[in-house]
């Protein structure tokens, strides 16, 4: 049986926050792969200015030099609306191998408030067991309790980084160093990206 991890995100840009825990859940989980998708089109943030695709891609594939456990996936890449997790999951599904896989899909405890107005999350329930990371100031209370019992909440670090609050440092130059890879940041300068 093949433990898959499945880490989707805007990574607009991609951090240390998403790296470090995801890679510490697949220690926990004891996984074989994980892949993570960017996601094109986040229904959740249709309205709001995104960084270029292939630009939060290029910078993903950067991070992931320091990460070799780590996959990029591009199967919500030629899809086409917007990208809700549920249908990622399938499409995550259909594109295996054949062979018995046992999918977990993990996500940030932020996701998790918002998980019961996903598209169809009792499919996403039937197809990938529910993994979550702690977040910095989040409580768990907040939580509706008949979807906490069915989610395993993982003991990965608290990594108190978010992509908003890196934008905002970037566009009001203060430092950066150490919440995300080197090679991102020079990504970022070279590209004029965050200004
Ligand atoms: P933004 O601040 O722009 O909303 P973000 O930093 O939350 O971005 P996303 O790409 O939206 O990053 O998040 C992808 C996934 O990573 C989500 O499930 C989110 O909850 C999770 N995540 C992001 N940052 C962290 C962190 N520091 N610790 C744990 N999970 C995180």
Same mark, same amino acid.
């Given at each position: 049986m093949n433990r898959i991890g499945l880490f989707?995100?805007?990574f607009d840009p991609v951090h240390y926050g998403? =790296? #470090?825990? !995801?890679d510490a859940a697949r220690m926990e989980?004891? $996984?074989? #792969? !994980? *892949?993570? $998708?960017?996601?094109? #089109?986040?229904?959740h943030k249709l309205r709001e200015p995104l960084t270029p695709?292939?630009? #939060? &891609?290029?910078? *993903?594939?950067?991070? =992931?030099?320091?990460f070799p456990a780590l996959e990029l996936s591009n199967v919500e890449e030629f899809a086409e609306g917007p990208a809700y997790t549920t249908d990622t999951v399938r499409r995550v599904i259909a594109a295996l191998p054949k062979g018995e896989h046992e999918l977990w899909l993990i996500v940030g405890a932020d996701a998790l408030i918002e998980l019961p107005h996903? &598209?169809?999350p009792e499919a996403l329930f039937r197809d990938a067991k529910v993994a979550v990371l702690p977040r910095m100031g989040f409580d768990f209370k907040r939580v509706n309790p008949a979807y906490l019992s069915r989610v395993c909440v993982l003991h990965s670090p608290e990594i108190p980084i978010s992509a908003t609050d890196i934008r905002k440092r970037l566009r009001e130059g203060i430092d950066v160093k150490g919440m995300l890879a080197d090679a991102v940041l020079d990504y970022i300068r070279n590209h004029w990206l965050y200004q």
């Amino acid at each position: 049986m093949n433990r898959i991890g499945l880490f989707g995100g805007t990574f607009d840009p991609v951090h240390y926050g998403h =790296l #470090r825990t !995801v890679d510490a859940a697949r220690m926990e989980l004891n $996984l074989d #792969r !994980v *892949l993570m $998708l960017p996601n094109p #089109r986040p229904p959740h943030k249709l309205r709001e200015p995104l960084t270029p695709y292939e630009h #939060r &891609k290029a910078m *993903l594939e950067l991070a =992931l030099q320091e990460f070799p456990a780590l996959e990029l996936s591009n199967v919500e890449e030629f899809a086409e609306g917007p990208a809700y997790t549920t249908d990622t999951v399938r499409r995550v599904i259909a594109a295996l191998p054949k062979g018995e896989h046992e999918l977990w899909l993990i996500v940030g405890a932020d996701a998790l408030i918002e998980l019961p107005h996903w &598209k169809d999350p009792e499919a996403l329930f039937r197809d990938a067991k529910v993994a979550v990371l702690p977040r910095m100031g989040f409580d768990f209370k907040r939580v509706n309790p008949a979807y906490l019992s069915r989610v395993c909440v993982l003991h990965s670090p608290e990594i108190p980084i978010s992509a908003t609050d890196i934008r905002k440092r970037l566009r009001e130059g203060i430092d950066v160093k150490g919440m995300l890879a080197d090679a991102v940041l020079d990504y970022i300068r070279n590209h004029w990206l965050y200004q």
